[in-house]
Nanobody, 123 residues
Framework: QVQLVESGGGTVQPGASLRLSCVHSGRTFETVTSAWFRQAPGKEREFVAAVTWTTGAHDYARSVKGRFVISRDNAKDTVYLHMDSLKPEDTAVYYC????????????????WGPGTQVTVSS
């Protein structure tokens, strides 16, 4: 059973940066892809970025491409989301999740989820 714990959220001003971390416990060869999703108040949860553990291939939502970078550290079993040029519309609870599928943005294919970490962008 994979367990995920996110950290690094907080309240920042527009234009600032944050780095989120997601520590994985119990990761196996079936953990092909890890991803970040987010859910803003009153909105559905949406895909943000994904990375594969073997090759580091990645994919991004159009809204964050060029501002966010996803990476993984195999030795630490940790996935990161580095967020630059944050905007108020990035305010959400950010969730880490794992999938046995390759680089998918489909939420239903992610079986394990963390509890989330709050990111608030406000002046």
């Amino acid at each position: 059973q994979v367990q995920l714990v996110e950290s690094g959220g907080g309240t920042v001003q527009p234009g600032a940066s944050l780095r989120l971390s997601c520590v994985h416990s119990g990761r196996t060869f079936e953990t092909v892809t890890s991803a970040w999703f987010r859910q803003a108040p009153g909105k559905e949860r949406e895909f943000v970025a994904a990375v594969t553990w073997t090759t580091g291939a990645h994919d991004y939502a159009r809204s964050v491409k060029g501002r966010f970078v996803i990476s993984r550290d195999n030795a630490k079993d940790t996935v990161y989301l580095h967020m630059d040029s944050l905007k108020p519309e990035d305010t959400a609870v950010y969730y880490c999740a794992t999938s046995s599928s390759w680089l998918t943005d489909e939420q239903s294919l992610y079986k394990h989820w963390g509890p989330g970490t709050q990111v608030t962008v406000s002046s």
